[in-house]
């Protein structure tokens, strides 16, 4: 079974400018989260999405990020426009459940670096 | 809120050392307890779990448990190789009230082990 894929691995933008990441999950799984690693800091939740509907985007930093998930299958994160904060490794991770008591499979991430 | 509290790093070991990464939590209900691993390169990989208080953990050497008493869920490993080397995080998941199905990390602990 493939994993959760996440690409670009890496990506350097200047800020101002427009990014997108995409995360596949494994076939099949109907969550899908995004989380994101500033700087050495802890990893923090992003959205969850199940299937094609934001379940919940509480974590969402502010209006500068847009998540989508058409046809709950992949998800794309859009940071416009980037800012020097925005920093950071992205995580994708999915799951067949809910409540995901057996822990979710992550993504190798996304290090996004504005400049 | 939930939060969850590592112990601060890096550490440094040698070869077939004992390692412990104290990790302690504060949340409401029975959440269950997560040790992901960072492996230099790669994605986030699911290390061990542990879903109700005194449930043990173990994989790959290592081992926690939960201890809901004292609300911690330290990593332990008895003799530590050169591969064990990565950034290991502790996490919760706690399946009712907001946090449903939201991952809480630490902030995560680096180790480093050599030869």
């Known amino acids: 079974e493939a994993g959760v894929t996440q690409f670009p691995s890496h990506s350097v933008i200047e800020k101002g400018q427009t990014v997108t990441l995409r995360c596949d999950p494994i076939s099949g799984h109907d969550n899908l989260y995004w989380y994101r690693r500033v700087m050495g800091k802890e990893i923090k939740f992003l959205l969850h999405?199940?299937?094609?509907?934001?379940?919940?985007e509480s974590g969402m930093p502010n209006n500068r990020f847009l998540a989508e998930r058409t046809g709950g299958t992949y998800s794309t994160l859009k940071v416009q426009p980037a800012e020097l904060e925005d920093s950071g490794v992205y995580f994708c991770?999915?799951?067949?459940?809910?409540?995901?008591?057996?822990?979710?499979?992550f993504g190798s991430g996304t290090r996004l670096t504005v400049v | 809120g939930d939060s969850v509290t590592q112990m601060e790093g890096p550490v440094t070991l040698s070869e077939e050392a004992c390692l412990t990464i104290?990790?302690?939590?504060?949340?409401?209900?029975?959440?269950?307890l997560f040790w992901y691993v960072q492996y230099p390169g790669e994605g986030l990989q699911l290390l061990l779990k542990a879903t109700k208080a005194d449930d043990k953990g173990s994989n790959k050497g290592f081992e926690a448990t939960y201890r809901k008493e004292t609300t911690s869920f330290h990593l332990e490993k008895g003799s530590v190789q050169v591969s064990d080397s990565a950034v290991y995080f502790c996490?919760?998941?706690?399946?009712?009230?907001?946090?449903?199905?939201?991952?809480?990390f630490g902030q995560g602990t680096i180790l480093t082990v050599h030869p």
């Open positions: 991770a999915s799951s067949p459940f809910r409540t995901g008591s057996d822990g979710y499979t």
């Open positions: 996490a919760l998941l706690n399946a009712g009230g907001t946090s449903y199905g939201k991952l809480t």
């Open positions: 999405f199940v299937k094609e509907s934001k379940q919940d």
């Open positions: 104290n990790c302690t939590y504060t949340a409401t209900g029975y959440p269950s």
